[in-house]
Protein backbone atom coordinates (compact mmCIF):
# COMPACT_ATOMS: atom_id res chain seq x y z
CA UNK A 1 0.00 0.00 0.00
CA UNK A 2 2.93 2.16 0.56
CA UNK A 3 3.87 1.71 -2.93
CA UNK A 4 1.19 2.39 -4.58
CA UNK A 5 0.99 5.54 -2.38
CA UNK A 6 3.61 7.02 -3.49
CA UNK A 7 3.21 6.12 -7.30
CA UNK A 8 -0.13 7.66 -6.98
CA UNK A 9 1.37 11.48 -4.93
CA UNK A 10 4.15 11.56 -7.64
CA UNK A 11 0.89 11.02 -10.78
CA UNK A 12 -1.17 13.29 -8.81
CA UNK A 13 1.97 16.14 -8.15
CA UNK A 14 2.75 15.75 -12.30
CA UNK A 15 -0.80 15.93 -13.30
CA UNK A 16 -1.10 19.30 -10.79
CA UNK A 17 2.07 20.50 -11.96
CA UNK A 18 0.85 20.46 -15.63
CA UNK A 19 -2.43 21.85 -14.29
CA UNK A 20 -1.40 24.69 -12.91
CA UNK A 21 0.38 25.37 -16.06
CA UNK A 22 -2.47 25.02 -18.74
CA UNK A 23 -4.85 22.36 -18.28
CA UNK A 24 -6.31 22.75 -21.87
CA UNK A 25 -3.19 22.60 -23.32
CA UNK A 26 -0.89 19.57 -24.80
CA UNK A 27 2.23 18.27 -23.00
CA UNK A 28 5.75 16.63 -24.13
CA UNK A 29 8.01 14.54 -22.10
CA UNK A 30 11.72 14.24 -21.72
CA UNK A 31 13.85 12.24 -20.27
CA UNK A 32 17.86 13.11 -20.35
CA UNK A 33 21.16 11.79 -19.05
CA UNK A 34 23.39 14.08 -19.04
CA UNK A 35 26.74 12.42 -19.60
CA UNK A 36 31.02 13.27 -20.26
CA UNK A 37 31.45 11.46 -23.50
CA UNK A 38 34.24 11.38 -25.94
CA UNK A 39 33.96 13.91 -29.18
CA UNK A 40 36.06 14.63 -31.93
CA UNK A 41 34.98 17.70 -33.69
CA UNK A 42 37.89 19.09 -34.59
CA UNK A 43 39.49 15.60 -35.55
CA UNK A 44 41.10 15.40 -31.83
CA UNK A 45 39.59 13.78 -29.25
CA UNK A 46 38.03 15.96 -26.39
CA UNK A 47 35.79 15.40 -23.23
CA UNK A 48 32.38 16.84 -23.77
CA UNK A 49 29.26 16.83 -22.29
CA UNK A 50 26.23 14.51 -24.29
CA UNK A 51 22.73 14.12 -23.22
CA UNK A 52 21.51 10.89 -23.71
CA UNK A 53 24.72 10.22 -25.76
CA UNK A 54 24.18 13.05 -28.05
CA UNK A 55 26.42 15.63 -29.22
CA UNK A 56 24.89 18.48 -29.63
CA UNK A 57 21.77 17.59 -27.94
CA UNK A 58 18.99 16.00 -29.08
CA UNK A 59 15.83 18.47 -30.37
CA UNK A 60 13.06 19.98 -28.44
CA UNK A 61 9.94 19.73 -30.93
CA UNK A 62 7.05 21.87 -29.99
CA UNK A 63 3.84 24.07 -30.59
CA UNK A 64 2.88 26.96 -28.97
CA UNK A 65 1.58 26.82 -25.63
CA UNK A 66 2.97 23.34 -25.03
CA UNK A 67 3.81 22.17 -21.87
CA UNK A 68 7.33 20.67 -21.51
CA UNK A 69 8.12 17.95 -18.82
CA UNK A 70 11.93 17.74 -19.14
CA UNK A 71 13.84 15.20 -16.06
CA UNK A 72 17.48 15.61 -16.36
CA UNK A 73 19.90 13.40 -14.64
CA UNK A 74 23.09 14.49 -13.89
CA UNK A 75 25.43 11.86 -14.37
CA UNK A 76 28.41 14.49 -14.84
CA UNK A 77 30.85 14.72 -11.33
CA UNK A 78 29.63 18.12 -10.68
CA UNK A 79 26.92 20.42 -10.40
CA UNK A 80 24.93 21.07 -13.89
CA UNK A 81 22.15 23.48 -14.66
CA UNK A 82 20.25 23.57 -18.57
CA UNK A 83 19.12 26.95 -19.33
CA UNK A 84 16.75 27.79 -22.44
CA UNK A 85 18.10 30.90 -24.62
CA UNK A 86 14.62 32.81 -25.73
CA UNK A 87 11.96 30.60 -24.23
CA UNK A 88 10.44 33.39 -22.16
CA UNK A 89 9.09 31.33 -19.05
CA UNK A 90 5.55 33.67 -19.00
CA UNK A 91 5.00 34.19 -14.81
CA UNK A 92 7.94 31.57 -14.10
CA UNK A 93 11.78 32.59 -14.00
CA UNK A 94 12.06 29.44 -11.63
CA UNK A 95 12.39 27.31 -14.51
CA UNK A 96 15.07 29.66 -16.16
CA UNK A 97 17.90 27.81 -15.37
CA UNK A 98 20.52 30.01 -14.14
CA UNK A 99 22.12 30.14 -11.19
CA UNK A 100 20.33 33.08 -10.27
CA UNK A 101 17.19 31.12 -10.26
CA UNK A 102 17.93 27.38 -9.87
CA UNK A 103 20.14 25.68 -7.59
CA UNK A 104 22.42 23.29 -9.68
CA UNK A 105 21.79 19.77 -9.75
CA UNK A 106 23.97 17.86 -7.64
CA UNK A 107 26.32 14.90 -9.04
CA UNK A 108 23.67 11.59 -9.16
CA UNK A 109 20.51 13.38 -9.31
CA UNK A 110 17.84 15.20 -11.63
CA UNK A 111 15.84 17.94 -11.49
CA UNK A 112 12.32 18.39 -13.52
CA UNK A 113 11.75 21.26 -15.34
CA UNK A 114 8.10 22.13 -16.27
CA UNK A 115 8.07 24.95 -18.05
CA UNK A 116 5.76 26.29 -21.39
CA UNK A 117 6.38 28.14 -24.47
CA UNK A 118 3.02 30.30 -23.49
CA UNK A 119 2.40 32.52 -26.60
CA UNK A 120 5.62 31.49 -28.45
CA UNK A 121 7.09 30.57 -31.77
CA UNK A 122 10.38 30.30 -33.56
CA UNK A 123 13.46 29.35 -33.30
CA UNK A 124 15.86 29.00 -29.80
CA UNK A 125 18.50 26.98 -28.12
CA UNK A 126 19.03 25.43 -24.60
CA UNK A 127 22.43 25.20 -22.93
CA UNK A 128 24.56 24.59 -19.83
CA UNK A 129 25.06 27.40 -18.01
CA UNK A 130 27.30 26.84 -15.43
CA UNK A 131 30.67 28.22 -15.43
CA UNK A 132 31.99 26.84 -18.82
CA UNK A 133 30.05 24.11 -19.22
CA UNK A 134 29.02 25.37 -22.49
CA UNK A 135 32.45 25.08 -23.94
CA UNK A 136 32.08 21.26 -23.94
CA UNK A 137 28.66 20.91 -25.60
CA UNK A 138 25.37 20.22 -23.73
CA UNK A 139 23.57 22.24 -26.39
CA UNK A 140 20.81 21.80 -28.48
CA UNK A 141 18.17 23.04 -30.93
CA UNK A 142 14.30 24.21 -29.79
CA UNK A 143 11.88 24.32 -32.23
CA UNK A 144 8.52 25.71 -31.48
CA UNK A 145 6.00 25.53 -34.57
CA UNK A 146 2.50 27.42 -34.46
CA UNK A 147 -0.67 25.90 -33.83
CA UNK A 148 -2.45 24.93 -36.56
CA UNK A 149 -5.22 27.41 -36.22
CA UNK A 150 -2.81 30.47 -37.01
CA UNK A 151 -1.68 30.87 -40.18
CA UNK A 152 2.27 31.48 -41.02
CA UNK A 153 2.98 33.67 -43.87
CA UNK A 154 4.82 30.84 -46.20
CA UNK A 155 4.05 27.98 -47.42
CA UNK A 156 5.38 24.89 -45.48
CA UNK A 157 8.58 23.52 -45.98
CA UNK A 158 9.53 19.97 -47.90
CA UNK A 159 12.07 19.98 -44.90
CA UNK A 160 12.97 21.82 -41.30
CA UNK A 161 16.74 21.86 -40.40
CA UNK A 162 18.08 22.84 -36.96
CA UNK A 163 22.14 24.19 -37.77
CA UNK A 164 23.44 25.15 -34.28
CA UNK A 165 26.63 26.70 -35.84
CA UNK A 166 29.87 28.81 -33.50
CA UNK A 167 33.16 28.56 -32.58
CA UNK A 168 35.23 26.00 -30.77
CA UNK A 169 38.08 25.33 -28.91
CA UNK A 170 40.57 22.37 -29.17
CA UNK A 171 40.93 22.94 -24.75
CA UNK A 172 39.36 21.15 -22.34
CA UNK A 173 36.28 23.37 -20.58
CA UNK A 174 38.13 23.21 -17.56
CA UNK A 175 41.26 24.91 -18.79
CA UNK A 176 39.51 27.25 -20.22
CA UNK A 177 37.90 28.27 -16.96
CA UNK A 178 41.49 28.09 -15.32
CA UNK A 179 42.59 30.37 -17.87
CA UNK A 180 40.09 32.94 -16.94
CA UNK A 181 40.16 32.58 -13.09
CA UNK A 182 44.19 32.94 -13.21
CA UNK A 183 43.25 36.63 -14.92
CA UNK A 184 43.67 36.40 -18.25
CA UNK A 185 41.80 36.34 -21.68
CA UNK A 186 41.18 33.46 -23.67
CA UNK A 187 42.98 33.14 -27.43
CA UNK A 188 41.42 33.17 -30.48
CA UNK A 189 39.02 30.08 -30.66
CA UNK A 190 40.76 26.75 -32.63
CA UNK A 191 37.75 26.48 -35.41
CA UNK A 192 34.10 26.57 -35.79
CA UNK A 193 31.24 23.74 -35.82
CA UNK A 194 28.24 23.00 -38.07
CA UNK A 195 25.81 20.92 -35.51
CA UNK A 196 28.99 19.53 -33.53
CA UNK A 197 31.14 19.01 -36.90
CA UNK A 198 34.15 20.33 -38.37
CA UNK A 199 34.58 20.92 -42.34
CA UNK A 200 32.25 18.94 -44.86
CA UNK A 201 31.52 16.71 -41.59
CA UNK A 202 27.62 17.20 -41.76
CA UNK A 203 25.59 17.17 -45.22
CA UNK A 204 22.11 18.05 -45.24
CA UNK A 205 19.92 16.15 -48.17
CA UNK A 206 17.59 17.98 -50.38
CA UNK A 207 15.70 17.47 -53.20
CA UNK A 208 16.14 19.78 -56.30
CA UNK A 209 12.64 22.63 -56.86
CA UNK A 210 11.88 22.24 -53.44
CA UNK A 211 11.78 24.95 -50.59
CA UNK A 212 13.69 23.95 -46.73
CA UNK A 213 13.37 25.86 -43.72
CA UNK A 214 17.25 26.54 -42.28
CA UNK A 215 17.15 26.97 -38.14
CA UNK A 216 20.06 28.97 -37.90
CA UNK A 217 21.68 29.69 -33.87
CA UNK A 218 24.69 30.91 -32.71
CA UNK A 219 25.91 28.68 -30.18
CA UNK A 220 29.20 29.59 -29.74
CA UNK A 221 31.45 31.53 -27.02
CA UNK A 222 33.10 34.53 -27.95
CA UNK A 223 32.51 35.01 -31.66
CA UNK A 224 30.41 36.26 -33.97
CA UNK A 225 29.52 34.67 -37.50
CA UNK A 226 28.51 34.82 -41.02
CA UNK A 227 26.58 32.16 -42.50
CA UNK A 228 25.98 31.61 -46.72
CA UNK A 229 25.20 28.79 -49.11
CA UNK A 230 27.36 28.56 -52.32
CA UNK A 231 24.97 29.61 -55.03
CA UNK A 232 21.98 29.78 -53.20
CA UNK A 233 20.17 33.19 -51.58
CA UNK A 234 18.20 32.90 -48.56
CA UNK A 235 14.58 34.57 -47.69
CA UNK A 236 14.76 35.73 -44.23
CA UNK A 237 11.31 34.37 -42.17
CA UNK A 238 11.79 34.88 -38.83
CA UNK A 239 13.79 36.55 -36.22
CA UNK A 240 13.83 34.63 -32.48
CA UNK A 241 9.93 34.25 -32.64
CA UNK A 242 9.04 37.35 -34.90
CA UNK A 243 7.85 37.05 -38.15
CA UNK A 244 10.06 39.26 -40.24
CA UNK A 245 9.42 40.89 -43.59
CA UNK A 246 10.77 38.63 -46.35
CA UNK A 247 13.94 39.80 -47.24
CA UNK A 248 16.46 38.27 -49.56
CA UNK A 249 20.18 37.96 -48.11
CA UNK A 250 23.45 36.09 -50.11
CA UNK A 251 24.76 35.82 -46.53
CA UNK A 252 23.76 36.66 -42.58
CA UNK A 253 25.79 38.04 -39.97
CA UNK A 254 24.77 35.85 -36.50
CA UNK A 255 25.88 37.55 -33.45
CA UNK A 256 26.09 35.30 -30.06
CA UNK A 257 23.18 33.80 -28.64
CA UNK A 258 21.06 35.09 -31.94
CA UNK A 259 18.99 32.62 -34.27
CA UNK A 260 17.24 33.26 -37.52
CA UNK A 261 15.04 31.32 -40.00
CA UNK A 262 15.73 31.47 -44.02
CA UNK A 263 14.05 29.57 -46.51
CA UNK A 264 16.40 28.11 -49.22
CA UNK A 265 14.94 26.72 -52.40
CA UNK A 266 17.33 23.96 -54.46
CA UNK A 267 16.98 25.44 -57.52
CA UNK A 268 20.42 25.16 -58.83
CA UNK A 269 22.15 22.26 -61.28
CA UNK A 270 22.23 19.08 -59.49
CA UNK A 271 25.05 18.45 -57.80
CA UNK A 272 26.71 19.47 -54.07
CA UNK A 273 27.27 23.08 -52.30
CA UNK A 274 29.31 24.57 -49.95
CA UNK A 275 27.43 25.54 -46.83
CA UNK A 276 29.88 27.70 -44.85
CA UNK A 277 30.41 29.73 -41.48
CA UNK A 278 33.29 31.65 -40.74
CA UNK A 279 34.28 34.17 -38.45
CA UNK A 280 33.23 38.31 -37.98
CA UNK A 281 35.56 41.22 -36.60
CA UNK A 282 38.34 38.74 -35.89
CA UNK A 283 42.65 39.10 -37.02
CA UNK A 284 42.26 36.08 -38.21
CA UNK A 285 39.48 34.92 -40.34
CA UNK A 286 38.08 31.24 -39.02
CA UNK A 287 36.16 29.41 -41.38
CA UNK A 288 34.08 25.57 -41.35
CA UNK A 289 32.01 24.09 -44.21
CA UNK A 290 28.95 21.85 -44.39
CA UNK A 291 27.56 20.16 -47.95
CA UNK A 292 23.82 20.97 -49.53
CA UNK A 293 23.80 17.54 -51.05
CA UNK A 294 21.02 17.28 -53.68
CA UNK A 295 19.79 13.98 -53.87
CA UNK A 296 19.89 13.79 -57.92
CA UNK A 297 23.41 15.34 -57.62
CA UNK A 298 25.66 14.26 -60.60
CA UNK A 299 28.78 16.02 -59.15
CA UNK A 300 29.99 17.02 -55.70
CA UNK A 301 31.56 20.51 -54.55
CA UNK A 302 33.24 22.54 -57.04
CA UNK A 303 35.59 25.58 -56.94
CA UNK A 304 36.13 27.49 -53.70
CA UNK A 305 33.62 27.95 -50.57
CA UNK A 306 32.10 31.33 -51.66
CA UNK A 307 34.45 34.08 -49.52
CA UNK A 308 31.83 36.21 -46.69
CA UNK A 309 32.37 39.82 -45.42
CA UNK A 310 35.33 39.89 -42.47
CA UNK A 311 35.96 43.03 -40.45
CA UNK A 312 33.28 45.53 -42.31
CA UNK A 313 30.98 47.02 -39.53
CA UNK A 314 29.26 49.23 -41.85
CA UNK A 315 28.03 46.46 -44.01
CA UNK A 316 26.67 43.98 -40.94
CA UNK A 317 25.19 47.40 -39.20
CA UNK A 318 23.05 48.50 -42.15
CA UNK A 319 22.25 44.23 -42.50
CA UNK A 320 20.60 44.84 -38.81
CA UNK A 321 18.80 47.77 -39.63
CA UNK A 322 17.21 45.83 -42.73
CA UNK A 323 15.46 43.52 -40.52
CA UNK A 324 11.80 44.26 -40.14
CA UNK A 325 8.50 43.55 -38.84
CA UNK A 326 5.85 41.36 -41.12
CA UNK A 327 3.26 43.69 -40.10
CA UNK A 328 0.83 41.60 -41.71
CA UNK A 329 1.73 38.29 -40.19
CA UNK A 330 -0.35 36.43 -37.41
CA UNK A 331 1.48 35.71 -34.36
CA UNK A 332 1.05 32.80 -31.48
CA UNK A 333 -1.25 35.58 -29.65
CA UNK A 334 -5.01 35.80 -30.62
CA UNK A 335 -3.78 39.37 -31.52
CA UNK A 336 -1.54 39.79 -34.92
CA UNK A 337 1.76 40.37 -34.20
CA UNK A 338 1.30 44.05 -36.32
CA UNK A 339 -0.88 44.87 -33.43
CA UNK A 340 0.99 46.15 -30.90
CA UNK A 341 1.89 49.93 -31.58
CA UNK A 342 5.02 50.08 -29.38
CA UNK A 343 6.11 53.24 -30.77
CA UNK A 344 3.19 54.95 -29.62
CA UNK A 345 3.59 53.89 -25.94
CA UNK A 346 5.76 56.30 -23.80
CA UNK A 347 8.52 54.72 -21.94
CA UNK A 348 8.13 54.90 -18.46
CA UNK A 349 12.41 55.04 -17.71
CA UNK A 350 15.52 55.00 -19.47
CA UNK A 351 18.59 52.27 -18.36
CA UNK A 352 21.70 53.53 -19.80
CA UNK A 353 24.13 50.44 -19.83
CA UNK A 354 27.59 50.91 -20.43
CA UNK A 355 30.38 48.23 -20.57
CA UNK A 356 33.98 47.89 -19.56
CA UNK A 357 36.88 45.43 -19.50
CA UNK A 358 38.16 46.92 -15.81
CA UNK A 359 41.40 45.54 -13.92
CA UNK A 360 40.02 44.52 -10.76
CA UNK A 361 42.52 42.99 -8.01
CA UNK A 362 45.28 42.61 -11.10
CA UNK A 363 42.96 40.06 -12.84
CA UNK A 364 40.74 40.99 -16.06
CA UNK A 365 36.82 41.17 -15.30
CA UNK A 366 34.20 42.53 -17.32
CA UNK A 367 31.99 45.28 -15.92
CA UNK A 368 28.47 46.98 -17.08
CA UNK A 369 27.43 50.39 -14.96
CA UNK A 370 31.18 49.83 -13.48
CA UNK A 371 30.30 46.27 -11.41
CA UNK A 372 31.48 43.43 -12.09
CA UNK A 373 28.80 41.11 -11.21
CA UNK A 374 29.88 38.00 -8.49
CA UNK A 375 28.00 34.96 -8.03
CA UNK A 376 26.08 34.73 -4.54
CA UNK A 377 26.19 31.66 -2.10
CA UNK A 378 22.59 31.56 -2.45
CA UNK A 379 20.27 32.19 -6.17
CA UNK A 380 18.70 35.34 -5.84
CA UNK A 381 14.95 34.16 -6.48
CA UNK A 382 15.11 31.48 -3.58
CA UNK A 383 16.68 34.20 -1.47
CA UNK A 384 13.90 36.93 -2.43
CA UNK A 385 11.28 34.35 -2.26
CA UNK A 386 12.38 33.20 1.03
CA UNK A 387 13.27 36.74 2.63
CA UNK A 388 17.03 35.57 3.01
CA UNK A 389 19.13 38.78 3.68
CA UNK A 390 22.21 39.72 2.52
CA UNK A 391 22.48 37.69 -0.63
CA UNK A 392 21.76 40.74 -2.67
CA UNK A 393 20.02 44.27 -2.65
CA UNK A 394 17.92 46.00 -4.69
CA UNK A 395 19.80 48.93 -6.74
CA UNK A 396 23.07 47.08 -6.70
CA UNK A 397 23.69 48.55 -10.25
CA UNK A 398 22.61 51.90 -11.16
CA UNK A 399 20.35 52.98 -14.33
CA UNK A 400 23.20 55.05 -15.79
CA UNK A 401 26.81 54.76 -16.34
CA UNK A 402 29.13 55.80 -12.92
CA UNK A 403 31.84 56.86 -14.42
CA UNK A 404 33.49 55.72 -11.35
CA UNK A 405 36.19 52.78 -11.18
CA UNK A 406 34.74 49.50 -11.51
CA UNK A 407 34.04 46.99 -7.98
CA UNK A 408 32.55 43.76 -7.59
CA UNK A 409 28.92 43.22 -6.20
CA UNK A 410 26.09 40.87 -6.63
CA UNK A 411 23.89 43.44 -9.01
CA UNK A 412 20.21 43.18 -8.97
CA UNK A 413 18.31 46.10 -10.75
CA UNK A 414 14.31 46.74 -9.77
CA UNK A 415 11.78 46.88 -11.99
CA UNK A 416 8.04 47.72 -11.63
CA UNK A 417 5.63 45.03 -13.32
CA UNK A 418 3.79 46.59 -16.62
CA UNK A 419 6.43 48.80 -16.73
CA UNK A 420 8.14 50.16 -20.77
CA UNK A 421 11.64 50.64 -20.93
CA UNK A 422 13.91 52.27 -22.51
CA UNK A 423 17.08 50.08 -22.43
CA UNK A 424 20.43 51.41 -24.39
CA UNK A 425 23.42 49.63 -24.88
CA UNK A 426 26.30 51.50 -25.07
CA UNK A 427 29.61 49.80 -26.25
CA UNK A 428 32.80 52.34 -25.53
CA UNK A 429 35.34 49.49 -26.65
CA UNK A 430 36.78 47.75 -30.07
CA UNK A 431 34.93 44.56 -29.83
CA UNK A 432 31.13 43.52 -30.83
CA UNK A 433 29.02 42.68 -28.13
CA UNK A 434 26.52 40.82 -27.77
CA UNK A 435 23.56 41.19 -25.13
CA UNK A 436 20.69 38.84 -24.27
CA UNK A 437 17.96 39.73 -21.80
CA UNK A 438 15.98 36.32 -20.34
CA UNK A 439 12.33 36.40 -19.16
CA UNK A 440 11.64 39.21 -22.54
CA UNK A 441 11.28 40.06 -26.02
CA UNK A 442 11.80 43.74 -27.25
CA UNK A 443 12.39 45.77 -30.13
CA UNK A 444 15.29 47.08 -31.32
CA UNK A 445 14.39 50.90 -32.25
CA UNK A 446 18.13 52.05 -33.24
CA UNK A 447 21.58 51.23 -33.49
CA UNK A 448 24.27 53.53 -34.20
CA UNK A 449 28.11 54.45 -33.65
CA UNK A 450 29.37 57.23 -31.45
CA UNK A 451 27.91 58.30 -28.39
CA UNK A 452 23.98 58.04 -27.15
CA UNK A 453 22.24 61.36 -26.34
CA UNK A 454 18.45 61.49 -26.03
CA UNK A 455 18.64 63.42 -29.27
CA UNK A 456 19.32 59.89 -30.85
CA UNK A 457 15.81 59.20 -30.23
CA UNK A 458 14.95 61.20 -33.25
CA UNK A 459 16.36 58.18 -35.99
CA UNK A 460 14.16 55.66 -33.90
CA UNK A 461 12.47 53.25 -35.79
CA UNK A 462 9.17 53.14 -34.23
CA UNK A 463 7.44 51.52 -36.42
CA UNK A 464 8.09 47.72 -37.76
CA UNK A 465 11.40 47.70 -35.91
CA UNK A 466 12.30 43.30 -35.30
CA UNK A 467 11.08 41.95 -32.30
CA UNK A 468 13.63 39.47 -30.30
CA UNK A 469 15.80 38.37 -26.91
CA UNK A 470 19.57 39.13 -28.24
CA UNK A 471 20.95 42.07 -30.01
CA UNK A 472 24.06 43.36 -30.98
CA UNK A 473 26.02 46.44 -30.24
CA UNK A 474 28.98 47.47 -32.54
CA UNK A 475 32.22 48.60 -31.25
CA UNK A 476 31.96 51.98 -29.98
CA UNK A 477 28.29 52.16 -30.81
CA UNK A 478 24.92 51.80 -29.33
CA UNK A 479 22.20 50.17 -29.39
CA UNK A 480 18.17 51.10 -28.42
CA UNK A 481 15.80 48.79 -27.41
CA UNK A 482 12.15 49.27 -25.98
CA UNK A 483 10.96 46.23 -23.00
CA UNK A 484 7.55 46.07 -21.84
CA UNK A 485 8.14 44.68 -18.15
CA UNK A 486 5.21 42.08 -18.82
CA UNK A 487 7.21 39.20 -16.95
CA UNK A 488 7.27 39.11 -13.19
CA UNK A 489 10.20 37.37 -11.93
CA UNK A 490 14.46 37.57 -11.47
CA UNK A 491 15.31 37.69 -15.28
CA UNK A 492 19.26 37.22 -15.79
CA UNK A 493 20.65 40.56 -18.45
CA UNK A 494 24.08 39.40 -19.75
CA UNK A 495 26.55 39.40 -22.37
CA UNK A 496 26.13 36.23 -24.55
CA UNK A 497 30.18 36.67 -24.60
CA UNK A 498 30.97 33.76 -22.65
CA UNK A 499 33.81 34.75 -20.96
CA UNK A 500 32.61 38.29 -20.22
CA UNK A 501 29.48 36.67 -19.01
CA UNK A 502 31.59 34.23 -16.62
CA UNK A 503 34.18 37.64 -15.45
CA UNK A 504 31.61 39.42 -14.45
CA UNK A 505 28.89 41.55 -17.59
CA UNK A 506 25.76 39.98 -16.12
CA UNK A 507 23.30 41.14 -13.68
CA UNK A 508 20.22 40.41 -12.79
CA UNK A 509 16.37 42.67 -13.57
CA UNK A 510 13.79 41.83 -10.63
CA UNK A 511 10.51 42.46 -12.36
CA UNK A 512 8.20 43.10 -9.32
CA UNK A 513 4.94 43.38 -8.53
CA UNK A 514 3.06 43.90 -5.18
CA UNK A 515 -0.01 41.74 -5.77
CA UNK A 516 1.73 38.68 -4.94
CA UNK A 517 -0.70 36.67 -6.87
CA UNK A 518 -0.50 33.78 -9.22
CA UNK A 519 -2.35 35.60 -11.40
CA UNK A 520 1.06 37.88 -12.07
CA UNK A 521 4.05 34.65 -10.79
CA UNK A 522 3.53 30.99 -10.16
CA UNK A 523 4.49 29.82 -6.75
CA UNK A 524 7.88 28.32 -6.01
CA UNK A 525 8.02 24.71 -7.39
CA UNK A 526 7.04 21.91 -5.01
CA UNK A 527 10.36 19.79 -6.01
CA UNK A 528 12.64 23.36 -6.29
CA UNK A 529 16.31 22.14 -5.35
CA UNK A 530 17.05 24.12 -2.33
CA UNK A 531 20.73 24.86 -1.65
CA UNK A 532 23.15 27.72 0.04
CA UNK A 533 21.54 29.76 2.40
CA UNK A 534 18.14 27.82 1.73
CA UNK A 535 19.16 24.64 2.61
CA UNK A 536 16.39 23.58 5.31
CA UNK A 537 12.94 25.79 3.97
CA UNK A 538 9.67 23.88 3.04
CA UNK A 539 8.69 24.83 -0.82
CA UNK A 540 5.18 24.06 -0.75
CA UNK A 541 3.10 21.37 0.81
CA UNK A 542 0.99 18.46 -1.72
Known amino acids: MGLYTS ?3 VILVALLT ?3 TSGEDPYRFYNWNVTYGDIYPLGLKQRG ?8 GPQIESVTNDNLIINVFNSLDEPFLLSWNGVQQRRNSWQDGVFGTNCPIPPGQNFTYVLQVKDQIGSYFYFPSLGFHKAAGGFGGIKIASRSVIPVPFPPPAGDFTILAGDWFSKNHTDLKAILDSGNNLPLSDGLLINGRGSNGFTFTVDQGKTYRLRISNVGLTTSINFRIQGHKMLLVEVEGTHSLQNTYSSLDIHLGQSYSVLVTADQPAQDYYIVVSTRFTSQVLSTTSILHYSNAAGSVSGPPPGGPTTQIDWSLEQARSLRRNLT ?8 QGSYHYGLINTTRTIRLTSSAPIIDGKQRYAVNSVSFIQPDTPLKLADYFKISGVFSIGSIQDNPTGGGAYL ?5 NADFRGFAELVFENP ?3 VQSWHIDGHSFFVVGMDGGQWEPASRLRYNLRDTISRCTVQVYPNSWTAIYMPLDNVGMWNVRSENWARQYLGQQFYLRVYSPANSWRDEYPIPRNALLCGRALGRQTRPL
Open 329 to 336: ASGPRPNP
Open 409 to 413: QTSVM
Open 18 to 20: VTC
Open 429 to 431: EDT
Open 7 to 9: VCC
Open 49 to 56: ILINGQFP
